[in-house]
């Protein structure tokens, strides 16, 4: 434990800033966590705010948060590239199979 009085001031200080710290980080993570589940325009902006603001606090260095939006930028163009592929179903492989079968008999 510190003896002094300016180190357990500075104790305090460093506690009560680690605190702050966790609890912004936490909702840094919350924030992309959802964008990453559903990739939208809307929640781009909200983790290039939340990530910008962390830059401003000294949470995250500047480079960490160029590359962090960078990154979520990729995923959504990414996401709006790739057409929605539809799977066919068991029913219709079964027919086709079936189909096949009777032609060369």
């Known amino acids: 434990m510190p003896i002094t009085k300016s180190v357990k001031k500075a104790l ?11 609890s912004f980080k936490d909702r840094i993570k919350l ?3 959802t964008y990453l589940a559903k990739p939208s ?6 983790v290039e705010s939340v990530l910008d603001k962390a830059k401003k606090k000294g949470i995250y260095h500047r480079n960490k948060v160029a590359r962090l939006k960078s990154n979520m ?5 990414k996401k ?18 079936g189909s ?6």
């Open 41 to 46: 325009q809307e929640q781009l902006k909200k």
């Open 31 to 33: 924030t992309v966590k």
């Open 73 to 77: 930028a990729k995923k959504l163009i």
């Open 80 to 97: 709006e590239a790739t057409p929605a592929v539809k799977k066919p179903t068991k029913k219709a492989t079964e027919k086709k199979a």
């Open 100 to 105: 096949k079968m009777s032609k060369s008999k």
């Open 12 to 22: 305090r200080q460093s506690e009560k800033r680690q605190k702050k710290n966790r």
